[in-house]
């Protein structure tokens, strides 16, 4: 009579919300068998099915392969007539029992849409084309893991449409593929680039570039004879539509950073440096400098890394000017550097400082932006106990900075003994007097999100992230406000202070010394009357 009691009080907690029904479902089977307990069902695009899985009786050193446990039990949606029925999938969850866990909802700021439910096996970036539809790339692998499938996804009227780009070998699959890196040309033409991977040797392969239009895409093998241990490449297009795309190639212990131009339907390669940790990061100003961002080792008294702003002359051309951006001490260092343009064609650069020693971390995630004159550091979000990973900046219309990024840690269950991973997406929004950082989603024991971050024709920040093997697109649905285009330090209003950084450019054009390019406010290349007018009607703001 307990237990039928219990039911009943189930049934009048349920809510015309599926995902809070998850959630009591999978409290109340919990409490029934006195253990952990998960429920998992939802509606698949692919299949039409609710799928429910669980665990029961699996060793806690076992790891959960969470696609295989997907395949248990299948139930045809059209059995599901109520709520109500779904009981009997609890009757499934109790019978399997298991020590798994549930995730939990977006932020409230949030709402997310599914773009491609299991199987993908690694992050991917985020663009929007000139219609304003939202374009990723993601890697997907078989079952058995023996092979992949380089996707593009791009929003049609009323749902996903998904193209495959290229395949890549069983080491890559089993593994999970770097991320590829997308770009749209100023024609409106999508570059994706990518590295893959010889089967039977995981230090060479080739770089390649596919573009295209809609799901119409060609491809081309830009290093064919690639060889190197850093396999995530960096793309963007100069203002003549030529793709560049920045790559690693060499041994572990010779790294050497180049960047690849195409012109005339013909590649050209240059090196910039011999002394690169890790992956490269582009962008390409609207004066046609190609940017590069990336961490170099150095020695003054002790080893560090140094976070470096590469920039050539315009149209891709020599001479490059190398500039210092930030040093790691004695005692952190830096990782993970992506790059974005503000609306006044200024970089910026989001990155981590860890701190962490013997396995442990202690991670500050920053940001550096350059005035015109200097960077300007600034810290966002610190963890004492998680890793901050993949930090990745945006800027909206009216100039707001953004950085979401991931953070993990392993806790270990203090009844069992055995190790989980708690993993969440952050999103970070500037508001002047400092930082305000929400959790977006988060999760124990799923398959870890990657996210990447990209504003759409209003401004609006949405982001990509995988989880439990799925890839979703994320929108932003909290309040955004205008920033004051003549706020020159960020300070959210436009005082004396940015008199004075207007009047040191005034009567300057593109080229000259005293040049601010945050002060052309009418993009034009001078600092002159336009600008002044501009800047008068917000002045005192």
Avoid at 17 to 38: F, R, S, T
């Amino acid at each position: 009579m307990k237990t039928i009691a219990g039911l009943s009080s189930l049934l009048y907690r349920l809510t015309p919300d599926p995902g809070k029904n998850i959630h009591i479902i999978v409290q109340h089977a919990a409490e029934l068998i006195g253990g952990a307990c998960a429920l998992y069902n939802r509606l698949t695009q692919q299949k039409n099915v609710v799928c429910t899985y669980s665990g029961y009786g699996l060793p806690p050193e076992l790891a959960l392969n969470v696609e295989m446990v997907m395949a248990i039990f299948v139930i045809p949606i059209q059995r599901i007539v109520s709520m109500k029925l779904a009981l009997f999938a609890l009757g499934i969850g109790l019978a399997l029992g298991g020590p798994c866990w549930s995730w939990a909802d977006l932020s409230p700021n949030w709402e997310a849409e599914l773009v491609q439910e299991m199987n993908v096996c690694g992050g991917g970036p985020l663009i929007f084309d000139q219609d304003g539809k939202p374009i990723i790339a993601y890697p997907e692998r078989s079952f058995s893991g023996s092979t992949g499938i380089l996707r593009l996804a791009r929003r049609g009227e009323s749902a996903w449409e998904l193209v495959n780009i290229d395949t890549f070998p069983s080491s890559m699959a089993y593994a999970g593929m770097p991320a590829p890196s997308l770009a749209l040309s100023p024609t409106g033409i999508w570059g994706l680039s990518y590295c893959l991977e010889n089967a039977d040797d995981q230090l060479s392969g080739e770089i390649c570039l596919a573009e295209g239009t809609g799901l119409n895409f060609t491809k081309e093998a830009v290093v064919p004879d690639w060889s190197g241990a850093e396999t995530t490449t960096s793309l963007g297009y100069t203002s003549q539509g030529n793709p560049v795309i920045a790559y690693v190639t060499g041994d572990p212990l010779s790294k050497e950073l180049r960047v690849a131009i195409r012109k005339d339907g013909t590649w050209s390669h240059v090196s910039l440096t011999s002394d690169i940790i890790g992956a490269p990061t582009l962008a390409i100003d609207r004066e046609g400098h190609i940017l590069v961002g990336y961490l170099s080792s150095y020695y003054d008294g002790h080893f560090g890394t140094e976070l470096i702003l590469a920039k050539s002359g315009q149209a891709g051309g020599d001479p490059w000017i190398f500039q210092s951006v930030r040093q790691s001490g004695e005692d952190f260092s830096l990782r993970n550097p992506s790059i974005a343009l503000n609306q006044n064609g200024l970089p910026a650069l989001s990155y981590v400082v860890y701190r962490g020693f013997g396995g442990t971390h202690d991670d500050t995630v920053e940001i550096a932006r350059f005035d015109g004159h200097s960077w300007n550091i600034s810290p966002i979000d610190h963890s004492s106990d998680s890793g901050i990973y993949h930090p990745c900046p945006a800027f909206g219309k009216w100039n707001d900075a953004y950085v979401v990024y991931t953070l993990e840690r392993v806790f270990s269950d203090p009844g069992t003994g055995a190790d989980h991973v708690y993993s969440a997406i952050r999103f970070a929004k500037d508001l002047g007097s400092g930082w305000d950082v929400e959790t977006v989603d988060e999760g124990v024991d799923e398959t870890l999100y990657h996210c990447a971050l990209a504003v759409n024709k209003d401004g609006e920040p949405c982001l990509v992230f995988v989880r439990i093997c799925s890839v979703y697109f994320g929108r932003y649905q909290g309040v955004i406000g205008p920033q004051l285009a003549g706020d020159f330090d960020g300070d959210k209003d436009c005082d004396g202070k940015d008199l004075t950084a207007f009047a040191a450019g005034f009567g300057s054009s593109t080229g000259d010394a005293g040049f601010n390019p945050a002060c052309d406010l009418h993009q034009d290349g001078v600092i002159d009357e336009q600008d002044l007018e501009i800047f008068g009607n917000e002045f005192g703001q």
